[in-house]
């Protein structure tokens, strides 16, 4: 078998994943591609290449079906209840002015004053786990 024809087999897999075979396909890629670093001798370099690029886009596949949780949304729920004196003036400036017709009046500072409290303890954390 001569390199061409592995490269015609990446090919053939890359129009099976438009069409959904992928694991099959993939498979079928590495086992022609061991096939053929078996049988060509001198040319290994080239099989191994394309062995490490079929297996890198399988890879690739099966990490893109997994769905990623943003980890900072789950401390912030957990950091939360430590912010209960922030969040009840925010709570209770909202109170006051849903009276408010004019539009002058606003929460805004206790607002961040909130978000302020939760980031302050999210932050080490978030930074511990992503490092």
């Given at each position: 078998?001569?390199?061409?024809?592995?490269?015609?087999?990446?090919?053939?897999?890359?129009?099976?994943?438009?069409?959904?075979?992928?694991?099959?396909?993939?498979?079928?890629?590495?086992?022609?591609?061991?096939?053929?670093?078996?049988?060509?001798?001198?040319?290994?370099?080239?099989?191994?290449?394309?062995?490490?690029?079929?297996?890198?886009?399988?890879?690739?596949?099966?990490?893109?079906?997994?769905?990623?949780v943003?980890?900072?949304?789950?401390?912030?729920?957990?950091?939360?209840?430590?912010?209960?004196?922030?969040?009840?003036?925010?709570q209770?400036?909202?109170?006051?002015?849903?009276?408010?017709?004019?539009?002058?009046?606003?929460?805004?500072?206790?607002?961040?004053?909130?978000?302020?409290?939760?980031?302050?303890?999210?932050?080490?954390?978030?930074?511990?786990?992503l490092k």
């Amino acid at each position: 078998m001569s390199p061409r024809t592995v490269t015609e087999a990446a090919t053939i897999q890359r129009g099976s994943d438009e069409i959904g075979g992928n694991r099959i396909t993939t498979f079928w890629v590495h086992r022609l591609a061991i096939n053929q670093l078996i049988l060509m001798g001198p040319d290994r370099n080239l099989q191994l290449e394309v062995i490490h690029v079929s297996v890198t886009h399988s890879l690739l596949n099966s990490v893109a079906d997994v769905e990623v949780v943003d980890p900072k949304k789950c401390l912030e729920e957990s950091c939360k209840p430590k912010c209960v004196k922030p969040l009840l003036e925010y709570q209770a400036c909202v109170k006051r002015v849903q009276g408010d017709e004019s539009g002058h009046k606003h929460c805004t500072g206790q607002y961040f004053d909130y978000w302020q409290c939760v980031d302050k303890c999210v932050g080490p954390k978030l930074f511990a786990e992503l490092k």
